[in-house]
Nanobody, 121 residues
């Protein structure tokens, strides 16, 4: 799996960040995509997902604040995060797969390097 997440950092509550994830080009346009996060001491959870047709799904905790988007020409998936809260602090990962059920479950064999997001004043 070749996935490189970037764009994390330290922001105050209420701030914004835009995460990017560059994936390998292999059949990217037909892959379902997901952003996940893992906070210290917690399990990794699905934050947002997007299917090939563009429909999206979000965790209840981020609805209305986060937006996932994909650019197939650039083999990149984005996560725009607004109105950030301290509880959004986590390492954020992306992943891709041909099956929607895999995206929803997060049951991947491997993960790329994540990017740290810290929301703190």
């Amino acid at each position: 799996v070749q996935l490189q997440a970037s764009g994390g950092g330290l922001v105050p509550p209420g701030g914004s960040l835009r995460l990017s994830c560059l994936a390998s080009a292999n059949r990217f346009s037909i892959m379902q995509l997901g952003w996940y996060r893992q906070a210290p001491g917690k399990e990794r959870e699905l934050v947002a997902a997007i299917i090939t047709a563009g429909s999206t799904q979000y965790a209840d905790s981020v609805k209305g604040r986060f937006t996932i988007a994909r650019n197939n020409a650039e083999n990149t998936v984005y996560l725009q995060m607004n109105s950030l809260k301290p509880e959004d602090t986590a390492v954020y990962y992306c992943n891709k797969g041909p099956r929607w059920i895999t995206i929803l479950s997060g049951n991947f064999d491997s993960w790329g390097q994540g990017t740290q997001v810290t929301v703190s004043s």
